[in-house]
Nanobody, 122 residues
Framework: QVLLVESGGGLVHAGGSLRLSCAAS??????????IAWFRQAPGKEREEVAC????????YYADSVKGRFTISRDKAKNTVNLQMNSLNTEDTAVYYC?????????????WGRGTQVTVSS
């Protein structure tokens, strides 16, 4: 079973930046050749997809709420998928999860990580 591991979460002031990273534990998946998405879930809210990167041409997709502030990208040397988050605000506070989508960015997630907490203080 694929195990995805997120890292990079933490506490940041509003207006600050964080960089999240998603890796596959035990080399069970080559993230350089997969559709990978980032989701987030804030307390009391449904899980929301914020970004996805396609394996076909590294095309990226973003939720309107993060467009222009977040960037999803691959680090092919490290075999990770990263989420650079800039201009953070308190509404970005959530647990962030990476997910593998075997059928493309418009498909459903196949595997999930355990999440990393991002807290933005005002």
């Amino acid at each position: 079973q694929v195990l995805l591991v997120e890292s990079g979460g933490g506490l940041v002031h509003a207006g600050g930046s964080l960089r999240l990273s998603c890796a596959a534990s035990g080399f069970t998946l080559d993230l350089n050749d997969e559709h990978i998405a980032w989701f987030r879930q804030a307390p009391g809210k449904e899980r929301e997809e914020v970004a996805c990167i396609s394996r076909l041409d590294d095309r990226t997709y973003y939720a309107d709420s993060v467009k222009g502030r977040f960037t999803i990208s691959r680090d092919k040397a490290k075999n990770t998928v990263n989420l650079q988050m800039n201009s953070l605000n308190t509404e970005d506070t959530a647990v962030y999860y990476c997910a593998h989508k075997s059928r493309g960015c418009k498909g459903r997630p196949s595997n999930w990580g355990r999440g990393t907490q991002v807290t933005v203080s005002s």
